[in-house]
């Protein structure tokens, strides 16, 4: 048993982000065969993420604000503190910040067999799929 140094904050890529996001990550694989990620993730207002896929899903629990996330069909889904939102295995979404407030959520994922593909990026959120109505 151990009690795990603390990580930066870091601010994530405009590569992959649009607008200021920031990560602070509550647990990470530690040994041997353990794929467990957990971050709480602080979008600012209009802030998101870029579309992407995890190759073994993700959940996301709100804890501040309304968040935003929509899929590749079009459809928009408000989520709020306390509720959370699970993307299954390859369906390409994002995440963003709804309204004019800040929003957080905690991300929770399994690492791929390969850790370098557990996440999937491409092009980055348009306006127009950005403001869908939900």
Do not use: C
């Not at 151990?2 to 890529?13: A, D, E, F, Q, S």
């Not at 939102?85 to 995440?95: C, D, I, N, Q």
């Not at 004019?100 to 980055?124: C, I, K, N, Q, R």
């Amino acid at each position: 048993m151990k009690i795990l140094p603390t990580t930066p904050t870091m601010k994530n890529p405009p590569e992959q982000f649009a607008g200021d996001v920031w990560v602070d990550f509550l647990a990470l694989p530690q040994d041997g065969d353990q794929r467990m990620t957990v971050a709480t993730v602080h979008f600012a207002p209009g802030a998101r993420t870029a579309w992407h896929s995890h190759a073994r899903g993700q959940f996301l629990h709100v804890t501040q604000g309304v968040a935003r996330f929509g899929d590749r069909d079009g459809s928009i889904v408000e989520v709020h503190p306390g509720q959370t939102l699970y993307t299954p295995p390859g369906e390409e979404h994002f995440h963003a910040a709804g309204g004019d407030g800040y929003m957080e959520h905690v991300a929770m994922l399994e690492s791929a067999d390969d850790p370098s593909t557990t996440t999937t990026w491409f092009e980055h959120v348009s306006e127009a799929d950005l403001n869908r109505p939900a």
